[in-house]
């Protein structure tokens, strides 16, 4: 199966870099780019790609806003968008995750990186730069931001320590090897945690997690 992918991004010279990189995958395809945000709300809501690759800072519409329009809170069949920056900032990573977004990458994290975002995103999977994880917990920790709000049913030591693997920004698979227990059991823990939580996907179980301070100092 091809994964059909859309470039969201002002600089052509970017979204050509972007293109090569992607297409020399043999199971990824990029059915459009956009130069704007508007432009790319437009197109992703008449293609319907599988994943959307978008920058955060573009004219008309940012990357957020973007976000916000395809896979916000409220949209009723929202798509996979993944931010792609060069800024590695608190404020971006937040509004990117709490717009949505299943994935944060950024730009210098080099291709394959980028290319195992877009397959975890097609694949109901998310992925966030290693860089920026452990960075937004070390800051949250020590900033002492304000705890979010707790799950309308308790977690268990089970699923508290698969959160904390989504956390720190661990796969499916990798969950399941650290654990010693079944892929089958990882994805059966997430959606027990989603439904405990009220979130949609892994990002805003990570987002959740990194609210609570539940890391430590890992």
Known sequence: MTIRVLLADDQAMIRGCLRIILEDQPDISVVAEASDGAEAVALARRLRPDVCLVDIQMPRLDG???TRALAGPGVPDPLRVIMVTT???DEYVYGALHGGAVGFVL???GPALLVEAVRAAHAGD???SPSVTLRLLRHLASAGAPAARGPAQ???ARETEVVRAIARGRTNQEIAAELFISLSTVKGHISGVQAKLGV???VEIAAWAWENRMMGTA
Request: proline fraction near 6%.
């Open 87 to 89: 800024f590695d900032l």
């Open 64 to 66: 957020i806003e973007v």
């Open 200 to 202: 949609r996907n892994r």
């Open 126 to 128: 998310a992925l966030i």
């Open 154 to 156: 308790p977690l268990s």
């Open 107 to 109: 730009k210098d994290a």
